[in-house]
């Protein structure tokens, strides 16, 4: 197959050497975690638990009734001692569950491995999955039992794996890929039986030739799935220019991937679905990228869910000097946050980028000089310059009519924007504005 690329994109530096060669290690097990009840798009959770429950790991200690929504699950065996407010990595306190680690990591009885994994039904499939709190690993956190339950009359000819991993600085789905090959393979066959799709394609940026030749020998043999590289540019892992480059299909403002017959996932949430399938394990651990030059030993880990960062960030030697800015996931899209006190690790954290003076620099915003190289670079073709601008005057109607929805976010404007306008953070104003008065 032959690819195209996307329009628009751009080509940021890869800063990945710090870790890309680095092999996952394990995080201590914590002493005391804090599990949120919402690591999804979507309902928060309800705890299932009180306080001086013992729990064992694995144990379902949240749930809704709400159909975009997943349960959370302990990731430790312990003692609750605490149901109350905790830090999220969206910037404000969520309810949480504390749980005072035993040390025994003693697992929950519904953890059962399925040696017969292959004879189960769709809806089986997909209930386990469900259950077993299963989300989009690429850090939107998206509930997978909904990805995976199109509407009855549409019809999947593709799921697509986004093995890019086109963010700077990140590198646990490289390693996940080098050291987990046929796992992902696995999951990609289990959600290729979930939505009956004939075609399963894993899409690496051709900068990681390692991982590409790993993968396309953990596919071999297997006729309906391809292992492809892609040009290298960013945002070649986002969901609509990888349907693009792929098939040449777009979708509709305002449409989901099913809409054109397709299902994107990530190779974290490949994993994850062959450990919840296979062996009964729900998503209580993910890699982590901890990088950035305000970090002294950068590490790919596997932290449980619910670890503070602060002592995952002590794991890596601690904060170098003259730390400016954290960051969790990547430069582009990821969220920077105030510090690490009180912050849990969740689903979603793909990376902790931890950034000193020598890579944050602060510039002064100035006026747009309509210079159009954000329409350029946008690649859902947009026009991030006149949103901004109307954001700016709180014209928040005239930013829908300009099309604000459709966004990715994924900051292209913001970093090719030579006035240093912050077009993406204005744009997600924007759009919690209008998702606002629509739900009214």
């Known amino acids: 197959m032959s690819f195209k690329t996307f329009k628009g994109g751009v080509h940021p530096g890869h800063f990945k050497s710090a870790t890309e060669k680095k092999p996952v ?46 349960p959370v699950h302990s990731s430790v065996s312990g003692k609750v001692v605490k149901i109350g407010m905790c830090n999220h990595a969206l910037g404000r306190p969520v309810q949480s569950v504390f749980i005072e680690s035993d040390g025994q990591d003693t697992w929950h009885e519904d953890v059962q491995p399925n040696p017969n994994y292959r004879d189960l039904t769709v809806d089986e499939l997909k209930k386990i999955i469900r259950e077993k709190g299963i989300v989009g690993m690429g850090g939107a956190t998206f509930p997978t039992h909904v990805k995976l339950s199109p509407p009855p009359d549409t019809k999947i000819d593709y799921v697509l794996i986004n093995a890019a991993e086109c963010e700077p600085y990140l590198t646990a789905d490289h390693r996940a890929m080098l050291e987990r090959p046929e796992e992902i393979v696995i999951g990609l066959q289990l959600v290729m039986k979930a939505v009956n799709a004939p075609m399963g394609y894993i899409g690496i940026e051709d900068n990681k030739p390692d991982a590409v030749e790993v993968m ?37 403002s305002g449409g989901l991937p099913s809409a054109v017959g397709c299902v994107v996932q990530n190779v974290g949430t490949c994993i994850a679905i062959s450990d919840a399938v296979r062996f009964g394990k729900p998503l209580i651990e993910r890699i982590v990228t901890i990088t950035g030059s305000g970090i002294t030993e950068p590490k790919n880990m596997l932290v449980r ?48 980028l931890c950034l000193t003076d020598v890579e944050v620099n602060l510039y002064e915003i100035s006026p747009c000089i309509r210079c159009a190289k954000c329409v350029d670079v ?63």
């Not at 590289?229 to 299909?249: C, M």
């Not at 170098?320 to 979603?348: E, H, S, T, W």
Request: hydrophobic share 40%.
């Open 25 to 70: 290690v394990p995080a201590r097990p914590p002493t005391t975690v804090a599990i949120p009840m919402s690591q999804h798009i979507g309902a928060p959770c309800d705890p299932l638990v009180a306080v001086g429950d013992e729990v064992k790991m694995g144990q379902k200690i949240g749930d809704s009734k709400g159909f975009v929504s997943a």
């Open 216 to 252: 396309k020998k953990a596919a071999e043999g297997i006729s309906n799935i391809e292992v492809h590289a892609l040009h290298t540019k960013y945002p070649q892992g986002a969901e609509k220019q990888l349907i693009s480059v792929f098939t040449g299909r777009e979708v509709p």
């Open 305 to 352: 869910v619910g670890t503070f960062i602060e002592e995952v960030i002590e794991q890596c030697g601690g904060f170098r000097p003259n730390i400016k800015k954290m960051v969790l996931g990547g430069p582009m899209m990821g969220l920077a946050q105030p510090g690490p006190d009180n912050l849990p690790v969740i689903k979603g954290t793909s990376g902790i």
């Open 378 to 440: 946008c690649p859902v073709s947009i026009m991030p310059l006149f949103i901004g601008a109307s954001v700016e005057q709180g014209l928040y109607e005239k930013a829908e009519a300009y099309n604000a929805m459709d966004c990715i976010e994924c900051g292209c404007c913001t970093y090719i924007c030579p006035a240093k306008r912050p077009l993406v953070q204005w744009i997600r104003m924007a759009k919690g504005d209008i998702a606002a008065k629509r739900r009214k």
